[in-house]
């Protein structure tokens, strides 16, 4: 499975982007969908998941102001990301997890680049 990830970009802070992760199989397959990020110097962290079920999580750093949505059609998870910060500046990145009876399948886009000014 490859994933795609687009929509990064500058922005103001309190600005919004829409980042997308595009899916070569069928995303309703998967266990799990999540967008991590990392920013310079820091090490990576989960932002948001989305279940099979539709359940979702988001860290806290994040919590009302991003929501992660999926396209089954499409093969395609977004992230909504709204009143941007400095802080929210890092590399995304799209991931998707597939459960097997023993390990799983483990799947990663290629990062794109958020920035938002101050």
């Known amino acids: 499975v490859q994933l795609q990830a687009s929509g990064g970009g500058l922005v103001q802070a309190g600005g919004s982007l829409r980042l997308s992760c595009a899916a070569s199989?069928?995303?309703?397959?998967?266990?799990?969908m999540s967008w991590y990020r990392q920013a310079p110097g820091k090490q990576r962290e989960l932002v948001t998941t989305?279940?099979?079920?539709?359940?979702?999580y988001y860290s806290d750093s994040v919590k009302g102001r991003f929501t992660i949505s999926r396209d089954g059609a499409k093969n395609t998870v977004y992230l909504q990301m709204d009143s941007l910060k400095p802080e929210d500046t890092a590399v995304y990145s799209c991931?998707?997890?597939?459960?097997?009876?023993?390990?799983?399948?483990?799947?990663w886009g290629q990062g794109t680049q958020v920035t938002v000014s101050s």
């Open positions: 199989a069928s995303i309703l397959a998967m266990d799990a």
């Open positions: 991931r998707a997890v597939r459960r097997r009876l023993v390990g799983r399948d483990d799947y």
């Open positions: 989305i279940s099979s079920a539709g359940s979702t």
